[in-house]
């Protein structure tokens, strides 16, 4: 079983950068794909942002290209996402999310049906 705590959100005015945090326990990060998603209000559905795989490679939806970064720390067993430049449509909570079955093996944005945990979600508030 594969817990993840996320940390990190808060408020931030527009053009601020703001890091996210997701610890993992019960699996090392650099065994498994690796994501973080985004429900934004009103809608329900939850947005894929980026993904990253075993050898670190990494995966971003249009959006946040250029402006966000995922990245894993394996010591601290850990995934990031920094965010730069921060819009106010950024605005939402964030999720991290972790698949152990591939082994780490994805090459590709993933969606929110691949992914087996969850974080307890982030609230990020961007304001203009």
């Known amino acids: 079983q594969v817990q993840l705590v996320e940390a990190g959100g808060g408020s931030v005015q527009a053009g601020g950068s703001r890091r996210l945090s997701c610890t993992a326990s019960g699996s090392a990060v650099g065994n498994m794909c690796m994501g973080w998603f985004r429900r934004r209000p009103p809608g329900e559905e939850r947005e894929a942002i980026a993904?990253?795989?075993?050898?670190?490679?990494?995966y971003y939806e249009g959006s946040v290209e250029g402006r966000f970064t995922i990245s894993a720390d394996n010591a601290k067993n850990t995934l990031y996402l920094q965010m730069n430049n921060l819009r106010p449509e950024d605005t939402a909570v964030y999720y991290c999310a972790a698949n152990v079955a591939w082994g780490g093996h994805c090459y590709e944005l993933q969606l929110a049906t691949d992914f087996t945990y969850w974080g307890q979600g982030s609230q990020v508030i961007v304001s203009s």
């Open positions: 993904t990253i795989n075993k050898y670190g490679n990494t």
